[in-house]
């Protein structure tokens, strides 16, 4: 980052590291050798079916729509054709769990073809939680799995939007499938989706996720939910205020937690601003597979994987690959850039990274833009229905996000809070994303 954009808490003192830190990973993952690359995600959507009906979930309607083995092991096949290092495997849905013994029967194949090929296999699985047993966390546990699970954290908090089909509370079973994976010893990240009904509550669900003894937590503002009124706006930045806090007091008892907008703010202003790596890959580096085996550049844009119109497909074969035109809604299939038998089309892929290559136009002058996610092409595509546009929500809550990180850094870089300095250095700021899911700009 230039030095007059770096924050007043990176100049408090020499303990503080001013320059970098080598991200060598990071570097290695955007470079590939020949047509393969060090670290690839595989996503797997397993299914388009769920047990709960949560309201803010992009995956649209529920049905019982799966991917068969066939279609899983093609992907493998895929994915580990084009990595040379590490496969992330990332279960997903729909609910995944839903779909065990897919899950396992692929989970094995995996391994399987991993010490073939002589990889590092880091398996995922982003879940609700309400469907795991004793037997099933010893597997993952045994298979070094780490959980994503969504909980929004208190039961007020989480029941506002997280029911199941009929209507019930969910809460009690997400809480059991936490302990599950926190008394196996399980890598747990929660993922916590933030709502106007629920913005308030942020602080108390936090509390209670780390006093069950969770650590690291992913904050995920429902993109979808109209922010854009005053005083909601207001809680909000209250709500991100005491939460906050609240990360501040844990390094000062010795318990410090990861939040995510917190975190990843203050990552980012070490590093000198996001990594390319840390973008979107809109399908260049990464797969994402819906049940059906088309291709998606996010999971976020797999939504109910209907079949292309017919128009969007005739303006395809025209050539007008990635316009407005073409790039349209997630149920009409218009984000679907390949097949997992034919593989990603690169005129589509290269058209997609073209529209987000650049800064967009309203940005050239902000001065945060290096740790802004404007550039997550998927989010913007949703919300503003171009790639390379971000939305008012989305530049609200970046400008919220590095205000409240830089106070929160700002105290405790003059109190010389050792974890907090610990965390600054490598490897912390550098952690490989373990999954896609929980540190992107997505919902689930
Ligand atoms: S957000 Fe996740 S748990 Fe909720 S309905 Fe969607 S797939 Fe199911
Ligand atoms: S989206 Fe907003 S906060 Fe982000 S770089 Fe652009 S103007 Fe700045």
Redesign the pocket.
């Known amino acids: 980052m230039e030095t007059d954009r770096a924050p007043p808490w990176m100049r408090l003192g020499p303990t503080l590291p001013l320059a970098a830190p080598a991200c060598t990973w990071n570097a290695a993952r955007v470079t590939p050798a020949a047509d393969r690359f060090p670290d690839t995600h595989l996503t797997l959507c397993l299914t388009h079916d769920c047990n709960l009906r949560c309201r803010y979930c992009y995956g649209g309607a529920k049905s019982k729509r799966h991917m068969t083995l066939a279609v899983g092991r093609a992907a493998l096949d895929r994915a580990v054709a084009r990595t040379s290092e590490r496969l992330h495997l990332v279960y997903f849905g729909g609910e995944p769990l839903l779909r065990w013994r897919t899950l396992v029967a692929l989970t094995e194949r995996a391994a399987e073809l991993a010490t073939a090929a002589s990889l590092e296999l880091r398996p995922t699985v982003t879940t609700n939680g309400t469907l795991l047993t004793d037997e099933r966390t010893a597997w993952l546990r045994e298979r070094r799995f780490v959980l994503a699970i969504s909980c929004d954290g208190t039961k007020e908090a989480h029941d506002a939007n997280r029911r199941d089909a009929r209507g019930r509370s969910s809460h009690a079973r997400t809480v059991a499938g936490l302990r599950r994976a926190l008394d196996a010893g399980l890598g747990l990240r929660v993922i916590l989706v933030l709502h106007p009904d629920n913005v308030d509550l942020l602080p108390d669900s936090l509390a209670f996720l780390h006093d069950l003894g969770a650590g690291d937590f992913v904050v995920n503002p429902d993109w979808s939910a109209d922010w854009q009124d005053e005083p909601l706006q207001a809680r909000w930045e209250h709500a991100y205020e005491a939460a906050a806090r609240l990360w501040t007091d844990a390094h000062r008892a010795g318990r410090p937690f990861w939040l995510s907008f917190v975190d990843d703010k203050i990552a980012a202003a070490v590093k000198g601003g996001y990594t390319p790596a840390e973008r979107c890959d809109l399908g260049r580096r990464n797969l994402v597979v819906a049940p059906s085996g088309r291709l998606y550049p996010c999971d976020r844009l797999v939504g109910e994987d209907r079949e292309v119109r017919a128009e969007t497909q005739r303006r395809r074969e025209k050539g007008n690959r990635v316009g407005r035109t073409a790039v349209t809604r997630a149920d009409e299939g218009g984000f679907a850039i390949g097949d997992v038998r034919s593989g990603p089309d690169p005129t589509l892929v290269a058209a997609l990274v073209a529209r987000t290559c650049g800064?967009?136009a309203?940005?050239l002058e902000?001065?945060?833009?290096p740790r802004?996610?404007?550039r997550c092409a998927c989010a913007n595509l949703a919300l503003t229905g171009d790639p390379g546009v971000?939305s008012a929500t989305?530049?609200f809550h970046?400008?919220l996000a590095?205000r409240v990180a830089d106070a929160a850094a700002e105290t405790l870089a003059a109190e010389r809070n050792e974890s907090f300095l610990r965390r600054l250095g490598p490897p912390n700021m550098c952690r490989p994303a373990r999954s896609r899911t929980p540190t992107g700009l997505t919902a689930s």
């Open positions: 800064m967009p309203d940005c902000c001065a945060i833009a802004c996610r404007n971000p989305l530049c970046e400008q590095v």
